[in-house]
């Protein structure tokens, strides 16, 4: 396994969300580098257990990597000294989907807080809510609808955490997340809202 305070994190975020006896999306899974800037990008969806193809209510995060903060851990790695701590931008999507009719983003009033949970010293900040329509290709069904809530910041990592990956900080930080998006999504799912049938495969 890659020994990496980046793969720590996505370690720790796991167990959070499995903790949280959230159901992961493997296939709307990925681990991405980018050529040009240097950014490592991991991408993941979980769900409600036992909601069907696609599940009504999920969250999309998104861990991203910077390069800026690879060369920081590196000089650290090397020097053991930093001028400034690495960091982890974190962006989570919640979305509500297979809508039968358009949702007003106000449904989403009481539970789209400006700010996460205090995730260490930071908190992700909500940035919009978006609304989606989908027109079907052949006119079999008609048209559904998605709302999105979009949640953005960074996480800092503690020397602490660069020093030793076993550290438990990781755990408890992400584990805050993890509840966070558990609890909201059970808060989404009991929404009454009329929704179109899961895929039947």
Known sequence: MLDHVFTDAIGALRDAFSNAYLE????????????????????????????????RVVAHITLNWPSWSQATYRQWYIEEEIDQQPAIEIEVVFRIQRLAEQPAPSIVDSIAAPHSPSIGAEQLE???????????????????????????GQYELAEETLIDGASKVLDEHFGVLGAWVASTLVKLGDLKLAFVPADEN
């Open 24 to 55: 992961r999306q493997a296939f709307e899974e990925h681990f991405q580098s980018d050529i040009l800037l240097g950014d490592l990008v991991w991408e993941t969806t979980y769900g409600l257990p036992g909601e069907g193809l696609p599940p």
């Open 126 to 152: 909500r940035d919009n809510i978006t609304i989606e329509i989908s027109h079907p290709t052949h006119g079999e069904r008609n048209a559904d609808f998605a709302l999105e809530i979009t949640y953005e």
